[in-house]
């Protein structure tokens, strides 16, 4: 008998919460509907989260086509230039670069060859040529570094604000939940389920832009410093180079 009246009891209650919650609900869940539904504030939210995720989009595609020319063009240019420099013929080996010029390496070798060849035919090769070429490979390395991370500053920039933007949305959804139930002086789902609407909408919109865009500035800055590896480490071939050839007019 207890638990028949405890049942009861229960679905009484919830007979009345399903009537509070959902009393004159006329909220409609597809995009066009949503977009009607939300105020001014919450619309700009969406157009900034919009135009933000366009360029991060953007960028990502740049970026991917860069770095997969540089690292095509680099496996064409590494095994060339190096039979020609292992022949002596520098000015083969600048040719080879200037026809891979979307290849990081190619970019960072050609500036060492060229302040190299021009004293190569002065006799004797002062340790100065070679510092000079040294610098040369420095100052060029950090060129191609910024060339090749252009972009990606913008694309952290949206990934750490983007839900901030969304939560702007979001209190202001939340506000006009609250505004709605006091103008229509009832609790009922339908009273705040455009404000909450608009809430959760601009909330899920900041995180579809962030999430895809840190993701990808964390691969793509791996990308850049794999790239940094690769020309700091031709960088210090091509001295070592530039070294024994020195040796060799000594000898």
Do not use: C
Not at 70 to 99: C, M, T, Y
Not at 161 to 172: K, R
Not at 179 to 192: D, F, M, N, P
């Amino acid at each position: 008998m207890l638990v028949a009246n405890l049942a009861a009891i229960t679905f009484s209650h919830a007979t009345t919460v399903a009537t509070w919650l959902f009393q004159d609900q006329q909220v409609g869940f597809d995009p066009l509907s949503l977009w009607r539904q939300m105020g001014w504030v919450a619309k700009g939210v969406v157009i900034i989260l919009f135009i933000m995720s366009g360029w991060s989009i953007g960028v990502m595609i740049d970026r991917a086509m860069a770095y997969s020319a540089a690292r095509k063009q680099s496996r064409a240019f590494a095994p060339a230039v190096a039979g020609a420099l292992r022949d002596g013929r520098i000015d083969e080996a600048i040719k080879v670069a200037e026809r891979n010029k979307k290849s990081h390496l190619a970019k960072v070798v050609t500036a060492g060859l060229m302040e190299f060849r021009a004293h190569q035919d002065s006799g004797e090769i002062p340790g100065e040529i070679i510092e000079a070429s040294k610098r040369a490979l420095e100052r060029t390395e950090a060129i191609v570094h910024a060339e090749l991370k252009r972009g990606l500053g913008g694309l952290a920039t949206i990934g750490s604000t983007a839900p901030f933007v969304g939560l702007f949305g979001t209190v202001f959804g939340i506000l006009n939940a609250f505004r709605e139930i006091s103008a229509s002086k009832t609790t009922g789902l339908g009273a705040v389920a455009g404000g909450i609407s608009e809430a959760l909408v601009t909330t899920a919109f900041g995180l579809l832009v962030a999430i895809p865009a840190v993701m990808m500035f964390n691969y793509l800055t791996g990308r850049v410093e794999a790239f940094d590896v690769e020309m700091d480490n031709s960088s210090r071939q091509l001295v070592d180079y530039f070294l024994k050839r020195r040796e060799v007019r000594r000898s």
